[in-house]
């Protein structure tokens, strides 16, 4: 198994209100002066963040049944406050993040703005799976 570079688990509480088509607009709008990078969706639960030399950053939208599973996981193995765990237990959903190659860090800026984007939504969980960190925004 290798390592997947800039990754992060967006785990998105039960009835929390962001949308995916929302999450799209603010990063083409956090992107729009970067004029060596677009933001696209490539399909319904998948926004590509990506590089005029061909680097791309993904965030996708999980769902499936597998989601829930993961954020109960998350949620048992991992230290955080009771309250916080509770949340995670219902969580049935969060968005994924993986990026291509970039052992220079040449691209890490765009990732901190994407962490960015995410930042402005309050309630979310974003978690290192590297780490083992888990934060509230």
Excluded: C
């Excluded at 509480?13 to 990063?27: G, M, Q």
């Excluded at 319904?44 to 963040?49: V, Y």
């Excluded at 005029?52 to 230290?79: K, M």
């Excluded at 800026?109 to 780490?131: K, R």
């Amino acid at each position: 198994m290798g390592f997947t570079y800039y990754q992060t688990l967006v785990i998105i509480p039960l009835n929390h209100p962001l949308t995916f088509a929302d999450l799209l607009d603010r990063l083409r709008q956090k992107f729009s002066r970067q004029n060596d990078f677009t933001v696209e969706q490539r399909h319904p639960h998948q926004i590509a963040l990506r590089s005029n030399d061909g680097w791309e950053l993904r965030i996708s939208l999980e769902d499936a049944p597998h989601a829930a599973s993961e954020a109960q996981e998350i949620a048992e193995n991992f230290e955080m406050e009771e309250a916080d765990r509770a949340i995670l237990k219902t969580s049935i959903s969060y968005l994924s993040t993986a990026a291509d190659p970039d052992p220079n860090m040449n691209y890490f800026n765009e990732y901190v703005f994407v962490l960015e984007v995410f930042e402005q939504y309050p309630g979310l969980y974003l978690f290192d799976p590297h780490t083992g960190e888990i934060r509230k925004t």
